[in-house]
């Protein structure tokens, strides 16, 4: 029971909510009226920090974006919003409680990440358009916080990864039911397969760039012998459920990172040496250089247009003379190597290439679905938008993370006496982040919740995996979390 005094305090702060509720109400600030649930949230993030984050991850891919709403920009709620809550708890634990050990800012993964982010940072301050990109930066750093940084302390209790991956593998799981239904209506019809993911994924290679995510996961999990044979079951039928909407999404990019994830997987099964990977892809890329224009003209040749026939589907990735899809693509890659050229070094700022681009486009290169004001978006590549936006340590940044997150998942997988649901996990993110950085040469999707939770959470899985190798348990972690288990 409240005492006197606490009854004096409650009535006081019940009062202070209705009065501004009221005065929102007024204004028309019709968003304010959630206030009294975020300061519910905000009580459950300080008492159970790894409860809300799993919570966090669970609605992400049911959250829906709003294009525009009373806070005067696009949000995609409720995750977004849970996500600012766990970066100002990020911090609050940073400068105050100072409980994040010093052997994770050290790690290669976090420099790595520090650099893009910081060069992402940076170059908001030169940008051509400051506004845009300080905000394109501020959503990268409150997903690296939320994900990577407060992830990291909480997967070094090893039973909070598995438990990070289903959280989002169930709910997908629901969408994969929900699209693969409306596509039915249409008797699996090639066009409605673009949309019929809507309102939760914005278009089809999208949705297929995070399902293609998860299938390392989810085959992981099948196959795991140490799980009952209930988990065996529910696992095989996630897993049948990610790769129905894997091939049902149609994205041609989604599945050829599937088969280049697969390629990487048998490298590393059969413990190819990476100096032998390394001069092959050299050899591979001088061939091409050497003999480019007979293999353009080849690829030229190609007339094979997007079908609804998969065969015929896929062998149109390499139409380059007549798909729509691949002629736009090359143009915006040609248009951000021309914003470049103009500004090397710093770029035009993070978030402004939507905005820059249509200049740099040349009249004898659009296509049929192409805007002369150049108001379609993305560079369609995570390598060239950068590159465009944030010059040449931009990209660099970017490429250097995929290297050294590669680096980092071997020595996990490979090191003497790591256990099978440690290889299992760290297969499972390392796998997955190569499908998204494959994926990344085609389209870009770090700016969207969606894509964000798994990339940087599957990097933070790796980090704290890598940790614990070389950590003992009781050094490591928030004060919240629970001993270390060695299975999931």
Known sequence: MLDLSQKWKFGIFASLITVLQALFVYQQFYWYLLLPIGLILLVWLISSVDKFFLFAVFVTPLSIEL???????????????????????????????????????????????????????????????????????????????????LGTQLFLDKRNIPRFFWMYVVPLAGIVIYATYRLAVFNFEKQPAHWVMDPFYNDHTHYGAVLAMFVPFVIGATLFARFSSGWRIFSLLMALLICAGLFFSISRAAWLSVIAAAGLWVIMLLKIRWTVV??????????????????????????????????????????????????????????????????????????????????????????????????????????????????????????????VIVWVGCRVIFLPGANQSTKVLAYAALL???????HAFLNNFLDTDE?????????????????????????????HTSDFSEDP
């Open 67 to 149: 294009k525009e709403s009373d806070l005067g920009a696009a949000l995609s709620l409720p995750s977004e919003a849970l996500i600012i809550l766990m970066t100002v708890l990020f911090y609050f634990k940073l400068f105050v409680e100072k409980s994040i050990p010093a052997s994770f800012w050290k790690h290669p993964i976090t420099l790595t990440v520090l650099f893009h982010v910081g060069w992402m940072l940076l170059s908001s301050f030169t940008s051509t358009m400051p506004i845009v990109s300080l905000k394109a930066t501020a959503t990268r750093i409150w997903f690296v916080s939320a994900f990577y940084f």
């Open 278 to 403: 390394f001069g092959t892809s050299v050899a591979l890329a001088g061939l091409f250089f050497l003999f480019q224009t007979e293999i353009i003209m080849s690829l030229e040749q190609n007339k094979q247009e997007s079908s609804g026939d998969v065969g015929q589907h896929f062998r149109s990735a390499t139409n380059i003379s007549s798909d729509a899809s691949n002629l736009e693509r090359i143009l915006r890659w040609k248009a951000a190597v021309r914003m470049f050229k103009e500004r090397p070094i710093m770029g035009f700022g993070p978030g402004t290439y939507a905005f820059q681009y249509a200049p740099y486009q040349r009249s004898n290169e659009l296509t049929i679905i192409s805007t002369n004001f150049g108001s379609l978006g993305s560079a369609h590549s995570e390598y060239l938008l950068p590159l465009s936006e944030q010059g040449l340590p931009g990209m660099l940044s970017f490429i250097l993370l995929g290297v």
């Open 432 to 438: 997955g982040l190569a499908t998204y950085f494959i």
């Open 451 to 479: 894509a964000s939770v798994p990339f940087w959470g599957m990097a933070a899985v790796l980090t704290a995996l890598d940790l614990n190798s070389e950590v003992k348990p009781i050094e490591k972690g928030l004060s």
